[in-house]
C-alpha cells in the first residue's frame, strides 16, 4: 500500500500500526506522545503553522518572525574551537548577506556546503553580532537552475518527541485523515450554536486545522483565532468542565455525614482565640458551616490571599466536625507547614480536651503504631502530611477532610480521600484551602468540580509590606542594611532561589549563602532551613527563628507555604527576576504579618529585560494578590499559577486559557445546558477530549 492509496473509513479505535509506515518501533515513539489509535492522530493538534508557500528578501527578514529564502554559499568555515561550528555566509539575488549557524551536523553536512551553491532555506532570522543570521536553519539544496517548488499550503507543526521528525508525524496524520469518516466522529454541538457563530462542523474543522488550504488567513492561524481552532477550542474547553461537572455531580449523589453541632465548643474556640474574626471569615465560616449540616459531600475551595486567616475558619469547622462525633483529618503538602498546623491547632484544641494525633511520613514504628491506633480509636483530629490518606491508615469515622494549599496536591490525592469513606456508604466532606489567589476565569475552568468560598479581606492592623527591587550587584549593601537592622532587633528571612527545580542545588546555594552571612554578620544568630535537612533539624531551625533565637534565618523556598512567624519583618529574595509574580508574593506574604514595619528586598540579576522590571514593578506596586495574580497569569499563562502537576489543566491540547478566557462563558452556559439534557453528547465529548484524566475522576 502506498500512501496515497485511499484508506477504507477509519473507526478510530484501531491501533496506529494500521497506517502505511508505522511499524513497531514508530509505535513506541507515537506513545510517548500518547498516541495509540487513530483517532489519537485525528486529534494530534498542530502547535503552530510554518509558510513555506511564499519566499523573503533577505533585505525584508524581520528578527524572530521564521521565514523562507533562496540563497546561494558564499563562503563556508567549520571547525572545533571550544565546540564544534559551522558558518555558511549566504547571499540572496539582490546581494543581501545572511549567516547559517549550526552547533550539530555531521561531518558530510559540512563538506555538502559548496560555495557557489543554491539553497532554500528556513528559520528564525535573529540578529547576531555580525548581522542577520539563522541557527539550525532547515535547508535543501537546489539545481543551479530553475524555480525551486514551494509548498501549497501552510505546513502544520506537530507536537513530537525526540526521535521521531515532523515531516513522519506529519505523514501518518494526514493518512488518518484521509480515513476520517463523519460517521465515526459524530458531531456533539448543537448545529444552531455553530450556526450562531459561523463556525465550521467538527470534521471540516479537523481538516482545515491540520491541513489548511490556500489563502487561509496566516495571522488567524497563529493567534489561534481562525473559526476552525475556536471550534475546537471550544469544544475542548467544554469537554474539560463537563468532565469536572459530571466529577462534581458524582460526589452530589453521595452521602455524606449530617455535621451539626450545638456551636459550643467552636463557641469556646472563639473565645480563646484572642481577637475577633473579620467579617470575610465569619461569611465563609458560615457557608462552610451550611455545608456540613446538609448531608452531600462537601467540596468546597477557600480562598484568600496570604495572612487573611484561613487556618481560623479551617479549625471552626473542624470543631463543628467533632462536636458532630466525626473525625476530622488536616493536611498539608511539607511536614514544616503540617508541623504549623499542629502547633495552632494544639493550640486552640487542647485547651479544650483536644489533642491532635501526629501522622507524617517519617513517623515509624512504635510511634506510628500507636498514632495509628489512635486513629482507628477514633480520635477526633488528626493532623499531618499526606501520609493520612495512604494506605493502612484506617478513620473510624472520618467526617471532615482539610487539604491546605490544595495546588500542591493535585486531583489524586483529591480524590484518594474517597476510598476513606466511613461507615454506610458515607463519604467524608472535604475543605481545600489554597493562597494562590487564582482569578475568576481561571478558577471557572480549573475547579468547576469545587464550590468557591473567597476570603477577601485582611486581619486589621497589617501594614503593608515595602518592596523594593535592588540589582545583586549592590549585595554587600543589602548585607550591611539586614545586619544593622538585625542588630536593632529585628527578624529577617534570607530566601535562595533558583529556576531549577532540584532540591540539591537549591540546598546548596542556601548553604554557601549562609556561610557567607554568617562570616559577614559574626554578631548575629544566623539560621538554615531548606529541604535537603532532616525533619526534626528543619524543626529545630523554625522553632529557633520562631522563638527569637536566631535573628536571619536563610532559607530556600520551603518556607513558601504558610510558614507564619508574626515577628519577621525583612525578606531577601534573591533571583527575584526568574520567579513567577505569584511565588514571590507568596514568600513576601511571610512578612507583614505583624505590627511592625515590615519591607521586602527583591535581588535581581541585572540587567532586567523591559518585561522583567515590569513585572517586579507591579510587585513593587502592590499587595493585592488576586491583582498580582491576574497580572501573572496575563505575563506567563495558567501553568504557574497552578502548577503543572494539575490534572485536566496542563493537559490542554489547543485551548489556552488566557488567550481563549473570553470563550469560557459560552462554555459555562452550554456545559450547563447539555449537562441536563444531552447525556450522549457529553460521554462524546468526554471521551473524545478528556480521556486519561477523566479516568480519575471517575475512579
Ligand atoms: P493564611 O490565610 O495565610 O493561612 P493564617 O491562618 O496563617 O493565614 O493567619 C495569619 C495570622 O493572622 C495568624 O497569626 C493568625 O492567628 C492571625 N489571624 C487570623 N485571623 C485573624 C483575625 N481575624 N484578627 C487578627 N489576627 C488574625
Ligand atoms: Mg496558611
Known amino acids: 500500500m502506498t500512501d496515497k492509496d485511499p484508506l477504507p473509513a477509519l473507526a478510530g479505535d484501531e491501533p496506529v500500526s494500521v497506517l502505511p509506515g508505522v511499524g513497531p518501533k514508530a509505535e513506541q515513539l507515537l506513545a510517548r506522545l500518547g498516541i495509540a489509535q487513530v483517532r489519537d492522530l485525528w486529534f494530534h493538534l498542530p502547535l503552530r503553522y510554518e509558510d513555506r508557500t511564499r519566499l523573503a528578501a533577505i533585505a525584508g527578514l524581520v528578527p524572530g518572525q521564521p521565514a523562507q529564502i533562496l540563497v546561494r554559499v558564499v563562503a563556508v568555515e567549520h571547525g572545533f574551537r571550544f565546540r564544534p561550528f559551522l558558518r555558511v555566509t549566504v547571499a540572496d539575488d539582490a546581494g543581501h548577506q545572511l549567516l547559517l549557524r549550526f552547533f550539530h ?74 480515513g476520517l469518516d463523519s460517521d465515526r466522529l459524530p458531531e456533539a454541538l448543537p448545529a444552531h450554536w455553530l450556526a450562531q457563530r459561523g463556525w465550521p462542523a467538527l470534521i471540516p474543522a479537523l481538516h482545515l486545522v491540520h491541513t489548511p488550504p490556500a489563502g487561509t488567513s496566516v495571522a488567524e492561524l497563529a493567534e489561534g483565532q481562525h473559526p476552525a481552532q475556536q471550534r475546537l477550542v471550544f469544544e475542548e474547553l467544554l469537554a474539560h468542565q463537563l468532565s469536572l461537572k459530571r466529577h462534581r455531580a458524582s460526589l452530589h449523589h453521595l452521602r455524606a455525614p449530617v455535621l451539626r453541632g450545638s456551636g459550643e465548643l467552636s463557641g469556646r474556640l472563639l473565645a480563646g482565640l484572642g481577637f475577633e474574626l473579620t467579617c470575610a471569615q465569619r461569611r465563609v465560616a458560615a457557608e462552610i458551616a451550611d455545608d456540613l449540616a446538609a448531608g452531600r459531600p462537601m467540596l468546597r475551595l477557600v480562598q484568600g490571599d496570604v495572612g487573611s486567616g484561613k487556618t481560623v475558619v479551617a479549625a471552626l469547622a473542624a470543631a463543628q466536625a467533632i462536636e458532630a462525633g466525626c473525625q476530622v483529618a488536616v493536611m498539608a503538602p511539607t511536614e514544616l507547614l503540617a508541623r504549623q498546623h499542629e502547633r495552632n491547632f494544639a493550640a486552640w484544641f487542647t485547651p479544650l480536651g483536644l489533642t491532635p494525633v501526629w501522622l507524617t511520613g517519617r513517623i515509624k514504628g512504635r510511634a506510628r503504631e500507636r498514632a495509628l491506633a489512635d486513629i482507628a480509636g477514633g480520635a477526633p483530629l488528626a493532623l499531618g502530611t499526606h501520609a493520612l490518606m495512604q494506605e493502612g491508615v484506617e478513620f473510624a469515622r472520618l467526617g471532615l477532610a482539610i487539604v491546605d494549599e490544595q495546588h500542591r496536591f493535585g486531583v489524586h490525592q483529591r480524590l484518594a480521600l474517597r476510598d476513606k469513606g466511613i461507615a454506610d456508604g458515607e463519604v467524608p466532606h472535604q475543605l481545600v484551602m489554597t493562597a494562590t489567589p487564582i482569578p475568576r476565569t481561571l478558577a471557572m475552568a480549573a475547579y468547576a468540580d469545587l464550590d468557591l468560598s473567597v476570603i477577601d479581606e485582611l486581619p486589621p492592623g497589617r501594614t503593608p509590606v515595602t518592596t523594593v527591587a535592588i540589582a545583586g550587584t549592590r549585595l554587600d549593601e543589602v548585607v550591611a542594611r539586614i545586619g544593622a537592622a538585625c542588630s536593632a532587633g529585628r527578624q529577617a528571612y534570607w530566601v535562595c532561589t533558583l529556576i531549577e527545580e532540584s532540591e540539591t542545588l537549591q540546598a546548596q546555594a542556601a548553604e554557601q549563602r549562609y556561610e557567607q552571612l554568617a562570616a559577614a554578620l559574626p554578631h548575629l544568630r544566623v539560621g538554615l532551613v531548606h529541604g535537603r535537612m532532616k525533619g526534626a533539624d528543619k524543626e529545630a531551625a523554625m522553632a529557633a527563628f520562631q522563638s527569637g533565637d536566631t535573628d536571619l534565618l536563610v532559607a530556600t523556598t520551603v518556607i513558601e507555604v504558610g510558614v507564619d512567624v508574626p515577628r519577621a519583618s525583612l525578606m531577601v529574595i534573591e533571583n527575584a527576576e526568574r520567579l513567577g509574580l505569584a511565588q514571590l508574593h507568596q514568600l513576601r506574604g511571610r512578612v507583614g504579618r505583624g505590627r511592625t514595619e515590615s519591607a521586602c528586598v527583591l535581588l535581581y540579576q541585572a540587567p532586567l529585560s523591559a518585561l522583567a522590571r515590569q513585572r517586579l514593578d507591579i510587585l513593587r506596586q502592590s499587595n493585592d494578590g488576586f491583582r498580582i495574580a491576574q497580572e501573572d497569569l496575563e505575563l506567563r499563562g495558567p501553568g504557574e499559577l497552578l502548577g503543572t502537576r494539575q490534572t485536566g489543566l496542563a493537559g490542554f491540547r489547543i485551548a489556552n486559557l488566557v488567550r481563549d478566557a473570553q470563550l469560557l462563558p459560552a462554555v459555562a452556559e452550554l456545559a450547563e445546558s447539555l449537562v441536563g439534557s444531552d447525556g450522549d453528547n457529553v460521554d462524546i465529548l468526554i471521551r473524545r477530549w478528556v480521556g486519561q484524566a477523566e479516568r480519575y475522576a471517575g475512579a
Open 105 to 178: 551536523f555531521n561531518r558530510n553536512q559540512a563538506l555538502g556546503f559548496k560555495p557557489g551553491q543554491r539553497l532554500l532555506c528556513f528559520g528564525e532570522p535573529r540578529l547576531g553580532p555580525n548581522g542577520l543570521e539563522m541557527v539550525h536553519a532547515n535547508y535543501r539544496t537546489l539545481p543551479d537552475e530553475g524555480e525551486p517548488s514551494l509548498d501549497q499550503r501552510q505546513r502544520p507543526v506537530y507536537p513530537t518527541t525526540q526521535g521521531l521528525d515532523n515531516r513522519r508525524l506529519a505523514g501518518w496524520v494526514a493518512a488518518a485523515l484521509r
